[in-house]
């Protein structure tokens, strides 16, 4: 017999089995043909092996979004997993708004208050975005691959020995369906052997496929490792991220107070903090030995026609272009409007004129 021959016959056979198989299959659903049901112990196991499955690709799918909420970044990456290559370093979303925000804060100037600000929030927010990448990294290494590598290892090997088990309760099921219908004693005799064999080929497969599915509770135990780790990860970056807004908003609390909210009217002065020398207070001595004005001076000077020097608490960006800048520490000249809010002056620095916050100023004598 040549191998053509060979794989003739071994083709015929393989078309036989799957032909015979079919027909069982066919006629156990349409009620015409008994079939062999699994132990107790086993179909447990195998339902046990499908929800594991099921629940580990939704949690997987779902922790890739979490992570890596782009769509176009995840199939990047996964590409380059299959490829078996390292994906280029991107940049994340809170390390480029924390770039765009020092960016800012510099063409603004770092000397002012809001440029400042902006520079303190963009380092932060790059520091937060430095510790997203370590949580993305720590938990791809500790959590996804695991629950990867049982998707599309260790339950690809239990459905293939799955599908081999179902095969060999279609062949012994075909072959009980065979030596019911078998009439002469030497048919009868041959389809005998036949569910012999079979029957012991359905055995041995049912004990190897026990013994598979039994790994699920190993299986149990390790992505609940992985799940510990995972939680680690997460609790070190929301800490961190804790931290880092802490230490900002103490960075940002040593501002002006008008600073922490969001007041676009201009018709209302900012207000410093409480603890602050403000005109309004009663007559204290300035550390340059100038003497702030009492209220009796500051209604003097809103009703009068005169004009007064003053020097600048803190640093002021005029909201438009009714206002006039300040530096701290400049001094600048000051005079009342008729008509003017309450909260305002009129400030005057050289050849530029505009409209200031009186709790800027501390008036001089």
Request: aromatic share 6%; proline share 3%; glycine share 6%.
């Amino acid at each position: 017999m040549n191998i053509m021959d060979f794989n003739v016959k071994k083709l015929a056979a393989d078309a036989g089995t799957f032909l015979s198989r079919a027909v069982q299959f066919t006629e156990e659903k349409l009620g015409q043909a008994e079939k062999t049901e699994l132990d107790a112990h086993l179909e447990n196991l195998l339902s046990k092996a499908e929800c594991t499955k099921i629940w580990t690709e939704k949690i997987l799918k779902q922790t890739e979004v979490l992570l890596q909420p782009n769509p176009n970044a995840r199939i990047e990456e996964f590409v380059y997993e299959k490829l078996d290559r390292k994906a280029p370093s991107r940049i994340n979303n809170p390390e480029l708004l924390g770039q765009y925000m020092i960016d800012a804060g510099t063409e603004f100037g770092p000397g002012t208050a809001y440029g400042n600000a902006l520079i303190k929030c963009g380092e932060t927010q790059k520091r937060i975005g430095t510790a997203d990448r370590e949580l993305i990294q720590t938990s791809a290494l500790n959590f996804l691959t695991p629950l990867r590598n049982f998707i599309e290892g260790d339950y690809k090997t239990i459905a293939k020995e799955r599908k081999l088990l179902q095969n060999k309760r279609l062949d012994l099921d075909a072959a009980k369906t065979r030596l019911k219908k078998a009439k002469a004693a030497e048919t009868r005799a041959s389809s005998e052997q036949e569910l012999r064999i079979t029957q012991s080929e359905f055995d041995r497969q049912a004990e190897i496929t026990r013994l598979l599915l039994e790994g699920i509770s190993s299986t149990h135990a390790h992505h609940l490792r992985c799940l510990n780790d995972f939680v680690e990860a997460q609790m070190t970056y929301y800490a961190q991220c804790y931290q880092y807004m802490l230490d900002l908003q103490k960075q940002l609390g040593s501002f002006p107070s008008n600073y922490h909210c969001n007041n676009n009217q201009t018709s209302v002065a900012p207000v410093p903090s409480a603890s602050s020398n403000v005109i309004g207070s009663s007559a204290l001595t300035s550390t340059s030995g100038l003497v702030m004005t009492s209220p009796s001076n500051l209604i003097d000077l809103k009703e009068g026609s005169g004009s007064r020097k003053a020097r600048v608490l803190y640093d002021y960006d005029a909201a438009n272009s009714s206002e006039l800048s300040l530096l701290a520490d400049e001094v600048i000249t000051v005079f009342s409007v008729a008509g003017m809010d309450s909260d305002w002056l009129m400030g005057e620095r050289g050849n530029q004129k505009g409209r200031v916050p009186i709790t800027y100023l501390e008036l001089l004598n």
